[in-house]
């Protein structure tokens, strides 16, 4: 019980600062994400160096400032038609790691470069979606789209935690994740379905259908951005991510879900509401 009073008392702290950030706007949400964004990365080539893996470190950091940046709003639209600028600098940043290794290699270079273009993906790239996500379509509706991964999330962990701690059995993933179970992941999505539906109920954006689909949509992906993380750990021989927040491991353990909950929402929002 006392894990389970330390696991809710973080979601809670967690929710109510992301809530107050993503409400402020985009000036608040920037500096924010380029914080979080470096300590990731941090944790991440910390990972990284126990197992002796190298990366291109001030590369990494340039380029991560650069996609978060890249992700505001406010940008004009690229002159090249279908594009943006978050591609132009991931395609950017490829061309450098190849060509500074072809121009000083090292030790296994292809291993640096893939390390180092996988630690832009997984952490920039998907933080950049909360950036688009609190603005799609606009202003207002944004902060609405956005509370739904948000609340979705934290019903889902925090039922996915209750089903599993009293009914879990079946193991769902118990070479990546000992600990989760079938039934916890069935908990968490009946409990993220069930907010879901309120909130779009209530302000009456979604049917009961559309809201049971995206339910199953964030579910998973929080469920894959859980077990995403538990998986590069237990690759990278690592219990959690980092000591940054103490008592609950590093920013990577508290955002896993989120990195891509928000961009699914993201993705289903403008494939099955905006017209095109």
């Known amino acids: 019980m006392e894990s389970l009073s330390s696991r809710v008392l973080t979601s809670v702290v967690g929710f109510a600062i992301i809530s107050v950030v993503v409400w402020i706007g985009w000036w608040a949400m920037l500096p924010a994400l380029l914080f979080v964004s470096v300590m990731g990365l941090f944790e991440y080539i910390r990972m990284l160096d126990r197992n002796d893996i190298d990366v291109r470190r001030v590369s ?4 991560a400032v650069a996609l978060i940046l890249a992700s505001l709003p406010m940008w004009p639209q690229t002159p090249w038609p279908g594009g943006s600028w978050r591609e132009a600098v991931m ?39 909360f950036l688009m996500l609190r603005y799609s379509p606009d202003a207002g509706d944004g902060l609405l789209y956005f509370a739904l991964p948000l609340l979705a999330t934290f019903a889902a962990d925090i039922g996915a935690y209750f089903v599993g701690y009293f009914f879990g059995r079946r193991k769902l993933a118990p070479e990546v994740s000992p600990g989760k179970t079938v039934e916890g992941a069935i908990g968490g999505l009946i409990a993220s379905f069930l907010i879901v539906l309120a909130l779009t109920t209530v302000t009456g954006i979604w049917s009961p259908l559309e809201a049971l689909l995206y339910s199953i949509l964030v579910a998973s992906a929080s469920q894959l951005g859980d077990l995403s993380e538990s ?6 021989k690592t219990k959690d991510s980092g ?3 103490p008592g609950h491991g590093g920013f990577l353990d508290r955002i896993d879900s989120l990195l891509f909950a928000v961009p699914a929402t993201y993705l289903f929002l403008h494939i099955n509401i905006f017209p095109r």
Request: without cysteine.
């Open 91 to 129: 395609t950017v940043a490829v061309a450098y790691l190849l060509v500074i290794e072809v121009i000083r290699p090292g030790e296994r270079p292809l291993e640096r470069i893939v390390y180092s273009v996988f630690g832009l993906l997984y952490i920039p790239w998907l933080l950049g979606y």
């Open 231 to 236: 998986l590069i750990k237990r690759s990278l």
């Open 60 to 63: 990494l950091g340039v380029f």
């Open 243 to 245: 000591n940054s927040l």
